[in-house]
């Protein structure tokens, strides 16, 4: 007997490796990641999440795992170059409404209704804020999140990874969450240094605006992009 199935096949692209394996196979700490390569992630990276921002889509986990890379060998310097990064992993994404916007629901009981949160050392410190003071308040409601400024953080927060090893503000979230309101507060000295040997003083100067507890005070994804790659040369359709 003959039986017919109805299988589904995907075709995607393959890419070489993660980020991630990147970094800990050639760039292990203390070891530090050439300039370069720093700002074509931030480049590349950042002009994805704008996409996803044009699209009114916000990724919400952003890390290096989440993004994958092909690479070749400058024959110049004989060194490793990126030449593309892409991102993947959309499965805590969320749809936003064209103010940038989604709402959440919140039981009586403080949880959160619905999709998965996110990744929650990448979410910025104004949506942890309003979604715990709701969890906190111990009634059903709908609380709306502004994601205008999460793109930012999120990529500020990465660069952070790649160029110091760790996270901007140590033991994010939790160390610097109110326990009586479960608002986030920190202050520029709570946002790690980065030394000079890593980073340039205006780039890290940038960085540290674009994981500011004050999203007033980040930078624009534009800004920090150019900040990176003033010429747009590290861009993908110039390096690929």
Same mark, same amino acid.
């Given at each position: 007997?003959?039986? #017919?199935?109805?299988?589904?096949? /995907?075709?995607? $692209?393959?890419? $070489?490796?993660?980020? +991630?394996?990147?970094?800990?196979?050639?760039?292990?700490?203390?070891?530090?990641?050439?300039? *370069?390569?720093?700002? %074509?992630?931030?480049?590349?990276?950042?002009?994805?999440?704008?996409?996803? =921002? +044009?699209?009114?889509?916000?990724?919400?986990?952003?890390?290096?795992?989440?993004?994958?890379?092909?690479?070749?060998?400058?024959?110049?310097? #004989?060194?490793?170059?990126?030449?593309?990064?892409? /991102?993947?992993?959309?499965?805590?994404?969320?749809?936003? #409404?064209?103010?940038?916007? =989604?709402?959440?629901?919140?039981?009586?009981?403080?949880?959160?209704?619905?999709?998965?949160?996110?990744?929650?050392?990448?979410?910025?410190?104004?949506?942890?804020?309003?979604?715990?003071?709701?969890? *906190?308040?111990?009634?059903?409601?709908?609380?709306?999140?502004?994601?205008?400024?999460?793109?930012?953080?999120?990529?500020?927060?990465?660069?952070?990874?790649?160029?110091?090893?760790?996270?901007?503000?140590?033991?994010?979230?939790?160390?610097?969450?109110?326990?009586? %309101?479960?608002?986030?507060?920190?202050?520029? =000295? =709570?946002?790690?240094?980065? !030394?000079?040997?890593? &980073?340039?003083?205006?780039?890290?100067?940038? /960085?540290?605006?674009?994981?500011?507890?004050?999203? !007033?005070?980040?930078?624009?994804?534009?800004? &920090?992009?150019?900040?990176?790659?003033?010429?747009?040369?590290?861009?993908?359709? #110039?390096?690929?």
């Amino acid at each position: 007997r003959q039986t #017919n199935r109805k299988t589904q096949f /995907l075709v995607m $692209e393959l890419h $070489e490796m993660s980020l +991630d394996r990147l970094l800990a196979s050639r760039f292990a700490p203390p070891s530090t990641v050439p300039h *370069r390569m720093v700002a %074509t992630i931030i480049s590349q990276v950042g002009s994805g999440l704008r996409h996803l =921002d +044009d699209h009114r889509l916000a990724h919400r986990d952003i890390k290096s795992n989440n993004i994958m890379v092909d690479t070749r060998v400058n024959s110049s310097t #004989n060194e490793i170059e990126i030449a593309r990064c892409v /991102l993947i992993d959309f499965g805590t994404s969320c749809r936003l #409404n064209d103010e940038m916007k =989604d709402v959440v629901a919140v039981s009586e009981r403080g949880r959160l209704l619905g999709a998965s949160w996110g990744n929650a050392e990448h979410i910025a410190p104004e949506l942890h804020s309003a979604l715990g003071s709701a969890m *906190r308040g111990r009634e059903r409601q709908e609380v709306e999140l502004d994601y205008s400024r999460q793109s930012v953080f999120e990529l500020g927060a990465l660069g952070f990874e790649i160029v110091n090893g760790c996270h901007p503000v140590s033991e994010y979230p939790f160390s610097v969450t109110s326990r009586s %309101t479960g608002r986030i507060e920190y202050g520029d =000295d =709570d946002i790690a240094q980065i !030394s000079a040997d890593r &980073l340039g003083s205006e780039q890290a100067s940038m /960085l540290r605006r674009a994981v500011s507890c004050d999203a !007033s005070r980040r930078p624009s994804l534009d800004e &920090l992009i150019r900040c990176f790659d003033e010429t747009g040369e590290l861009g993908v359709d #110039n390096i690929v």
